[in-house]
């Protein structure tokens, strides 16, 4: 019965003063739109890096370092330097028995995609054109079930490069570079100096133009012959695991595993991610302290109700009403005030990721990278639900506290 009445008194105190209750539902609308949208934009920035990222790159990537030469040798307990400038140590950086590795990588239960890997350093020749860049060899199979690549296959398909051992897949901006098309045969040059005449048999644009200006794909075995190596000849195998947010700690269990280094796409990368977790801490405290902020808003006009209404609560509290039930009443008019912000703030949010996520910037990012993730929205809705909790518990105390008999002495 009390509970009724306290929410009767509640309402009554909400519609009482339309333009106060108006003004702090509007500061929790924009404060959860704001918050939803800057979440919803930093989820976006991340799904977009990360697909640029893996049209290209592996999870983890099991290759040979290079062997560093040691500046002094160990005789009878002292030490003699022979060497005075350390030196990579020539040798061969090929992986050894790689289809026994590459099974072995197959077998773990956290590994969703293996492949072979070789890069070869080339020059494109066209005429008197010519441009360095870089051939890696693939199995297009396998390359194409962890990249996706057919996805971003915009002229030809990748199953021509499986069918055509000299075919080669080129980069968009190599392509333009070169005034060449799919059909059309270009020569490359390889940094041992084998030179091959190839039939272009597809035209790929990752949206990187980093990539798609220096880079082409060829099949292994063909790298290897530009390589003046045997088929046994690999330098990379690449791994995808199940979930790429795990790379970092599951690549020690893969370089203790192979007896190879194992490279996870975020140590390769650390400048991106310093720079991805910089955003995100400025994207979460510009958010936050909006919603807060919001908070403030609803606390500063709850706490003038309760100035207004201080005789009014006197009298509830000398009719029987106790420290509880006045507590109830205000926190109850900050809930509702912030449940109607809640509501249209959801709703105007909704709105400006749906109108950004078909808004078309163009160049490398395509469309607004903006990601509709409903984790964001429960995030939103449950922490302005402890704004303005907390907003509306603060001044309900002070009301509690109120003694009716010093209010009617005044």
Do not use: C
């Amino acid at each position: 019965m009390k509970y009724s009445v306290n929410s009767e008194v509640s309402y009554t105190y909400i519609i009482s003063n339309k333009r106060l209750t108006l003004i702090a539902a509007l500061g929790v609308t924009l404060g959860i739109a704001i918050f939803i949208f800057m979440n919803s934009m930093m989820a976006g920035f991340d799904k977009s890096s990360a697909d640029a990222f893996f049209k290209s790159i592996p999870h983890i990537r099991i290759y040979k370092e290079d062997v560093i030469s040691k500046p002094i040798s160990e005789t009878n307990g002292k030490s003699i330097p022979i060497i005075i400038n350390p030196k990579v140590v020539p040798s061969n950086n090929t992986i050894d028995n790689p289809k026994e590795i590459i099974q072995l990588l197959k077998n773990q239960k956290e590994v969703a995609f293996v492949t072979p890997q070789l890069t070869v350093g080339i020059f494109f020749n066209n005429a008197k054109t010519q441009i360095s860049g870089r051939a890696i060899g693939i199995l297009p199979e396998e390359a194409n079930q962890m990249f996706n690549m057919e996805s971003y296959v915009v002229e030809g398909s990748i199953n021509n490069l499986k069918n055509n051992l000299n075919g080669i897949l080129l980069g968009s901006g190599v392509a333009s570079k070169m005034n060449v098309k799919e059909g059309d045969n270009i020569s490359i040059t390889s940094s041992v100096g084998m030179t091959k005449v190839m039939k272009i048999i597809g035209i790929f644009q990752t949206n990187n133009s980093v990539v798609d200006k220096s880079t082409a794909y060829i099949n292994i075995a063909y790298a290897q012959q530009l390589l003046k190596k045997n088929a046994q000849y690999i330098t990379d195998i690449n791994v995808n695991i199940k979930d790429f947010n795990n790379a970092k700690a599951f690549a020690p269990e893969l370089a203790q595993l192979t007896n190879y280094n194992a490279e996870d796409w975020e140590t390769a990368n650390e400048t991106y991610m310093a720079a991805t977790r910089m955003r995100a801490i400025i994207i979460r405290f510009v958010s936050v302290s909006i919603l807060i902020v919001a908070g403030f808003g609803i606390y500063n006009i709850l706490n003038m109700t309760v100035m207004q209404k201080i005789n009014d609560i006197a009298i509830l509290k000398a009719i029987g009403f106790n420290g509880r039930d006045v507590i109830k009443i205000f926190v109850g008019q900050a809930l509702i005030i912030g449940l109607i912000g809640i509501v249209f703030g959801v709703l105007f949010a909704s709105i400006m990721v749906t109108v950004l996520q078909n808004y078309y910037v163009g160049g490398d990012i395509g469309y607004f990278p903006i990601y509709f993730k409903i984790g964001n929205f429960l995030k939103g809705i449950l922490f302005g639900f402890a704004v303005t909790f907390l907003a509306g518990f603060i001044p309900a105390r002070k009301a509690a506290n109120i003694d009716p008999v010093a209010i009617f002495r005044k």
